[in-house]
Every structure is written in structure tokens, then in C-alpha cells.
């Protein structure tokens, strides 16, 4: 087994250099204890090399590495209910995340994070809108907490209900382009 390690050590910093973070001693740790897993876990009978093997091993857990240091940078910055002032003066209170010294789990973590990136998509595309039907359109459905019909918003507001789905619709579409961006840096 040592034997397989020592000659595979070198997939452990090209991996690490594809990722950028060769200099990152717990990654060259993580890395390492990849290629461990690896040289343990690792059958023949698949038809696989063992390169082949242990570079997916080692790559998954430096991506995991990653995406966790990616997550904990995102989150210092983020403050706990921050409150955002419209143009007409409304209020808006946004309940999310302190950096704090408490271990949360990887699940909470994203869940926390989700919900963060969820609220700061809905309000840049709140404030993105121009039209003041649509603002109104929105508000009233926000402020309902999207539990209201079309049809009272409608009512309320002085427009179509097909109007009012046209709106609501267009701007779900925009705040899950949004969400893909979050995702996607």
C-alpha cells in the first residue's frame, strides 16, 4: 500500500495545482488522505486504473474543500437582519446569517446560504423594476407573502389577472436567474 501511495503522490499536486491551492497545506493534507482512501477503496475488477481512481478521489475532495472555503468566505460577509428602505419608504427586514464561532453542519450551512442568496435575488429584482404597476404588483403579492391570488391582486392593483400573472411570472424568471448566478460563482 505504501508502495501504490508513494508512487502516486504526484496526483495528489497536479490536482491541487489544477485547483489552485497548491500552496494550501490542508489541502495537500486532504489530498493526501484522498489518495489514502483511494489506495483502500480501490478494485480491480472495474477495469479502472488505479490513476484513474485515485485522480477522481483526490479531485472530489479537494472540490468539497473548496466549495466549503468558498461557502465560510460568502457567509462572513453577510450580516444578521439587515433591513433594506424602498423607494417609497417601506421597510423590509431580511432575517440572515452572522459569522459566528458555532460549527454549523454542511446542510445547514447551504440551507442558510440558499435562503440568503433567495432574499438578496427577490429584492435586487424588486429593485430592478421600473414600471410602478409592476412594483405594486409585486409588493401586494410580497406582502401577502405570495399566499394571495391573482385575481385579488388584480382587484387590487386595477389591472388584468392575466396582466398580474404576466408580471409575477416574469419576475420568479428573473429572480431564478439570479439564483443561477449565485450558484454559479
Known amino acids: 500500500m505504501d ?3 508513494k508512487d502516486n503522490v504526484g496526483l495528489i499536486f497536479a490536482q491541487l495545482k489544477r485547483l489552485n491551492v497548491l500552496h494550501d497545506p ?3 493534507s486532504i489530498g493526501y488522505e484522498a489518495l489514502w482512501n483511494a489506495a483502500i477503496t480501490y478494485d480491480e475488477s472495474k477495469g479502472y486504473k488505479f490513476s484513474t481512481y485515485a485522480t477522481c478521489c483526490i479531485y472530489n475532495a479537494l472540490g468539497s474543500y473548496i466549495r466549503t ?3 465560510k468566505r460568502q457567509l462572513e460577509v453577510v ?3 439587515s433591513i433594506a428602505y424602498q423607494e417609497d419608504g417601506t421597510k423590509h427586514e431580511y432575517l440572515e446569517l452572522l459569522s459566528t464561532n458555532v460549527v454549523d453542519t454542511e446542510q445547514e450551512l447551504l440551507q442558510k ?3 440568503c442568496n433567495l432574499n438578496r435575488a427577490i429584492q435586487i429584482s424588486y429593485d430592478k423594476l421600473t ?3 409592476h412594483k405594486a404588483i409585486i409588493k401586494a403579492w410580497r406582502d401577502a407573502e405570495y399566499n394571495i391570488s391573482n385575481k385579488e391582486i388584480a382587484a387590487a392593483v386595477g389591472v388584468s389577472q392575466p396582466y398580474v400573472n404576466h408580471i409575477i411570472n416574469t419576475f420568479k424568471n428573473s429572480v431564478k436567474k ?3 448566478r449565485y450558484f454559479n460563482e
Do not use: G
Open 3 to 5: 508502495k501504490i501511495i
Open 26 to 28: 490542508e489541502a495537500q
Open 69 to 71: 472555503l468558498k461557502r
Open 79 to 81: 450580516s444578521y437582519n
Open 113 to 115: 446560504e440558499l435562503y
Open 131 to 133: 414600471n410602478p404597476k
Open 178 to 180: 439570479r439564483m443561477r
